[in-house]
């Protein structure tokens, strides 16, 4: 059971390239969830899904784009990369919507530079 | 909109002596709080969460609504407590809006 994956663990882009950020659960939870981490700044929500073919723009969606792939997969992609992305994003998975006090397993993260 | 505060971004604390790290909100309403930590290369993980009102690893946290406050306690720090902590408030559905964080250091 390995929870929550996410690849690449690093990636280094110039500005203007694309890449897609991959997430995936084993944990047969309905919600998943992108955030960003940057210093000083805590965890910020990009996009969240709540099930598999619904999406939800977060606190800061801008320049971003997700697709809920299926029940399990849940991917970030960024069309045209800027230095302001530059940031280490979470993938996280929670149980059952509509369940109060979910407990959200976290990826080990990505460790993204634009240049 | 709501709004978590960690007033402290960073705390050292000696080991054996208590520890508090302090959150506050701003939500008029009953939010649900969480503790969340992250240790030296390890993922995020939840600590504990007001409604539980469990003890996890010596650790507690009480829900002040008067003062808007869930400030994390421990009587007695230990070496291993030391990692970056998140308070963390859910409005019931499945997002979470997270402080600005707490880096604790336990001094031997």
């Known amino acids: 059971n390995a929870g929550v994956t996410q690849t690449p663990k690093f990636q280094v882009l110039k500005t203007g390239q694309s890449m897609t950020l991959q997430c995936a659960q084993d944990?047969?939870?309905?919600?998943m969830y992108w955030y960003r981490q940057d210093p000083g700044m805590g965890l910020r929500l990009i996009y969240y899904?709540?099930?598999?073919?619904?999406?939800d723009k977060g606190e800061v969606p801008n320049g971003y784009n997700v697709s809920r792939l299926n029940k399990r997969e849940f991917s970030l992609r960024l069309e045209s990369a800027a230095p302001s992305q530059t940031s280490v994003y979470f993938c996280?998975?929670?149980?059952?919507?509509?369940?109060?006090?979910?407990?959200?397993?976290f990826g080990p993260g990505t460790r993204l530079t634009v240049t | 909109a709501q709004r978590v505060t960690q007033p402290e971004k960073l705390l050292s604390v000696f080991k054996g002596a208590p520890v508090e790290l302090k959150c506050n909100y701003s939500?008029?309403?009953?939010?649900?709080l969480f503790w969340y930590v992250q240790y030296s290369r390890q993922r995020l993980q939840l600590l504990l969460r007001?409604?539980s009102r469990e003890s996890i690893k010596g650790f507690t946290a009480d829900l002040n609504k008067g003062e808007t406050s869930f400030h994390l306690k421990k009587p007695f720090a230990q070496e291993e407590d030391s990692a970056m902590y998140y308070c963390?408030?859910?409005?019931?559905?499945?997002?979470?809006?997270f402080g600005t964080g707490t880096r604790l250091t336990i001094i031997p």
């Open positions: 996280a998975s929670s149980e059952d919507e509509g369940q109060p006090s979910y407990e959200q397993y």
């Open positions: 944990m047969n939870h309905n919600s």
């Open positions: 899904s709540a099930s598999e073919g619904t999406t």
């Open positions: 939500y008029s309403g009953s939010p649900e």
């Open positions: 007001h409604i």
């Open positions: 963390a408030l859910s409005l019931g559905n499945e997002k979470l809006t």
